[in-house]
């Protein structure tokens, strides 16, 4: 069975600092999802990694996949509070089919 | 404007009361899912669709069904409603081709209240 873990669950961090969130994942899958939600909204696709050592990156946020390791990141740099959101990743847990299990998702606040 | 439409947005009805929540997208995308996510239990899938006529099972699909007759609509269909499908749901597509091939597109949410 597949599980996707994420650490932290919570953070709570300054703007301008430098943070990273991890989700590991217990059987092999070449393809993970990045995900953000504003409370009381929908969700945001940020990055789709499809392969060993991919990474992706936009604005402050990039997220890079090890699929040796059953690792993915995503880091954040120079935060500034619009970033403030949950976090989800997700693994695909059939090769191309987007049937996926999320992790359990990185509550991210930023302080001024 | 590319859009995932899900409807209705809220929707308070009793045990036992069939209900659809309907999924429209307007992107030719040809997967598409359904979620559900709960306090303390996170998002988990429901059912998902590769396409017309494709359909297979997530995580949690008892008590749901779903069709997939044409590409753009994904209705999820509650033959028998029961408490623990107080949730809020998402529905999502995306297709694997386009130049932003997997990103999924979310609908807005539904949340639902079984009494």
């Known amino acids: 069975e597949l599980k996707v873990e994420q650490n932290p669950l919570f953070l709570s961090m300054q703007e301008g600092k430098n943070y990273t969130i991890y989700c590991n994942y217990s059987t092999t899958s070449d393809r993970l999802y990045w995900y953000r939600q504003d409370p009381g909204k929908s969700l945001e696709s940020l990055f789709v990694?499809?392969?060993?050592?991919a990474v992706k990156q936009e604005g402050r946020l990039m997220a890079s996949l090890d699929t040796k390791a059953r690792l993915s990141t995503l880091h954040i740099t120079a935060a500034v509070h619009d970033l403030s959101a949950t976090y989800f990743c997700a693994v695909d847990r059939k090769r191309g089919a987007q049937k996926l299990v999320f992790g359990q998702g990185t509550r991210l606040t930023i302080n001024p | 404007e590319a859009q995932v439409t899900q409807n209705p947005r809220y929707l308070i009805t009793v045990t036992g009361k069939k209900l659809t929540v309907t999924c429209s997208q307007n992107m030719n995308h040809e997967y598409m899912s359904w979620y559900r996510q709960d306090p303390g239990l996170g998002l988990r899938q429901i059912y998902y669709s590769m396409n017309v006529e494709v359909t297979d099972k997530g995580d949690v699909p008892e008590g749901y069904k779903v069709s997939r007759k044409e590409k753009r609509n994904f209705p999820l269909i509650l033959e028998s409603p029961s408490p623990n499908q107080t949730s809020l749901y998402f529905c999502?597509?995306?297709?694997?081709?386009?130049?932003?091939?997997?990103?999924?597109?979310f609908g807005a949410g539904t949340r639902l209240s079984v009494l």
């Open positions: 990694l499809l392969s060993n050592g």
């Open positions: 999502a597509s995306s297709s694997p081709t386009t130049d932003r091939a997997d990103i999924q597109y």
